[in-house]
């Protein structure tokens, strides 16, 4: 059997060979979360977007029905009070600022 010898150059260069795998290894997972992050964001925009839309046509059907087949008042003002509630709800919540979200750092700790 052949022994293997290699002389201290040769296992530096080694050693430096693996650091500079394991080194773009990390490179790229931490590339491939941000993308992926950034993913989930785009996405979230659009559902949200898609949501949006889909709830002011129900509304808007909704009333159109009403008020062209429905002469009772109180029936208009439900109509049309009601979701105006939800919309001035949803307004103020979306434009009043209650948290901020701050990048975090490796260990899960704020910057």
């Known amino acids: 059997m052949a022994t293997i010898s290699l002389s201290p ?5 080694g050693v430096g060979v693996l ?10 997972a931490r ?5 992926a992050e950034a993913a989930r964001s785009g996405a ?4 949200l977007a898609g949501r949006v839309s ?7 059907g909704v009333q159109w029905v009403v008020l062209t087949h429905g002469p009772e008042l109180w ?4 109509v049309l009070g009601l ?8 307004l103020t919540r979306a ?11 490796r260990g899960g700790g704020r910057l």
């Open 31 to 35: 590339r491939a979360k941000a993308a």
């Open 83 to 90: 979701p105006a509630l939800f919309a001035s709800y949803a």
């Open 75 to 78: 029936l208009t003002l439900v």
């Open 54 to 60: 889909f709830t002011a046509g129900l509304l808007a």
């Open 44 to 47: 979230r925009l659009v559902s």
């Open 95 to 105: 434009l009043t600022i209650t948290t901020h979200d701050m990048p975090r750092r």
């Open 9 to 13: 150059v040769e296992i530096l260069a």
């Open 19 to 28: 650091l500079v795998l394991l080194w773009v290894w990390r490179a790229g």
